[in-house]
């Protein structure tokens, strides 16, 4: 039901009780879990009606260059939809006002940007400072692959303490044998979220033909590794953590296969992050309204696509079936 082709054969999957009694499934060994509605509703973080703005998270969108202010915007999007009680977008400073029209809701940390627009190694003090003052951080989306771009990320990674989301261009910059080590030192909560291209190059050690034949084994090794979370995305996402067993996302729909989709991800699991959540729990949440935003979208737009701004306008269909 979970793997290559089998997802094509697969119609309505249904998780049903056929009466194992209680004490044979507690004490069954468990390889993999599959996450479902109920397990999402249990996981959201809940709030008194008395919650203030600073309890529900302070995140970070490290994001955007000239060419790919989009990605940015959709990361942010999802972190405000998600629930952030505040939310930065960290940019090339030419960006600033397009930004500022674009999303009301967002406050942006403008950033020296280089000739090519993109955010400038020589900011990475002033990001380093702002980053103490944040619950998680989300990174990569639109960021650029110069040498500059490499570098900054790599001070951030190292350097900071703060639960991270890694995607995207940032993923890009750790893909050798140094970003590797930057994440096996790190401490903090991490979760990185390569699809299957960007999978083979961080681990180095897996061919895409590897990986389509036993995707499972490969994402829990690649998170031993680098002492990560890895959420392996694809039309059955894989959540991996150092010492767990995998858990597994069926949510989502194909019409979502078109870019933008992992910016949107990347803020939802910010968010998560920001609320306290482990890596395990907020990247596992983050696939599952994640990908059943993306089935709301289709149900309400109808077509063949679904975009990703539309994902994050279903966002809040979802939280209300989580209640």
């Known amino acids: 039901h979970f793997r290559g082709e089998g997802i094509d054969y697969t119609g309505t999957l249904s998780v049903a009780d056929i009466g194992f009694p209680t004490d044979v499934i507690a004490d069954a060994e468990c390889k993999a879990e599959l996450i479902t509605q109920n397990w999402g509703r249990n996981k959201l973080?809940?709030?008194?009606?008395?919650?203030?703005?600073?309890?529900?998270?302070?995140?970070?969108?490290?994001?955007?260059?000239?060419?790919?202010l989009g990605a940015a915007l959709l990361a942010a999007k999802g972190a405000v939809r998600t629930g952030a009680g505040l939310t930065t977008l960290a940019i090339p400073k030419s960006l600033n006002a397009a930004i500022k029209g674009a999303i009301p809701e967002v406050m942006t940390l403008p950033l020296a940007d280089s000739d090519a627009g993109e955010i400038?190694?020589?900011?990475?003090?002033?990001?380093?400072?702002?980053?103490?003052?944040?619950?998680?951080?989300?990174?990569?989306?639109?960021?650029?692959?110069?040498?500059?771009?490499?570098?900054?990320?790599?001070?951030?990674?190292?350097?900071?303490?703060?639960?991270?989301?890694?995607?995207?261009?940032?993923?890009?910059?750790?893909?050798?044998?140094?970003?590797?080590?930057?994440?096996?030192?790190?401490?903090?909560?991490?979760?990185?979220?390569?699809?299957?291209?960007?999978?083979?190059?961080?681990?180095?050690?897996?061919?895409?033909?590897?990986?389509?034949?036993?995707?499972?084994?490969?994402?829990?090794?690649?998170?031993?590794?680098?002492?990560?979370?890895?959420?392996?995305?694809?039309?059955?996402?894989?959540?991996?953590?150092?010492?767990?067993?995998?858990?597994?996302?069926?949510?989502?729909?194909?019409?979502?296969?078109?870019?933008?989709?992992?910016?949107?991800?990347?803020?939802?699991?910010?968010t998560f992050l920001g609320e306290g959540m482990t890596a395990h729990?907020?990247?596992?949440?983050g696939a599952f309204v994640h990908g059943r935003a993306g089935e709301w979208g289709f149900r309400n737009a109808g077509s063949r696509t679904v975009t990703a701004s539309e994902v994050v306008d279903s966002l809040a269909h979802v939280f209300r079936e989580l209640g």
């Open 281 to 285: 729990d907020a990247a596992g949440l």
């Open 45 to 68: 973080p809940r709030y008194p009606r008395s919650v203030h703005k600073m309890d529900r998270g302070k995140v970070l969108i490290v994001a955007g260059s000239a060419s790919m």
């Open 120 to 270: 400038s190694p020589a900011s990475i003090e002033s990001l380093l400072g702002f980053a103490e003052t944040v619950d998680s951080i989300g990174i990569g989306p639109g960021l650029g692959r110069s040498d500059g771009v490499r570098d900054g990320v790599r001070q951030l990674v190292r350097q900071s303490k703060c639960p991270m989301v890694i995607d995207a261009d940032a993923l890009y910059a750790l893909s050798d044998e140094t970003g590797r080590e930057i994440l096996r030192e790190r401490h903090s909560p991490t979760v990185m979220t390569p699809h299957i291209g960007e999978f083979v190059r961080i681990s180095a050690e897996e061919s895409l033909d590897d990986l389509r034949r036993d995707a499972w084994s490969a994402a829990l090794s690649l998170s031993e590794n680098l002492k990560s979370t890895v959420l392996l995305k694809g039309p059955a996402t894989m959540i991996a953590s150092p010492g767990s067993h995998l858990s597994v996302n069926r949510s989502g729909h194909p019409a979502m296969s078109q870019g933008g989709m992992g910016d949107v991800l990347t803020g939802i699991i910010a």
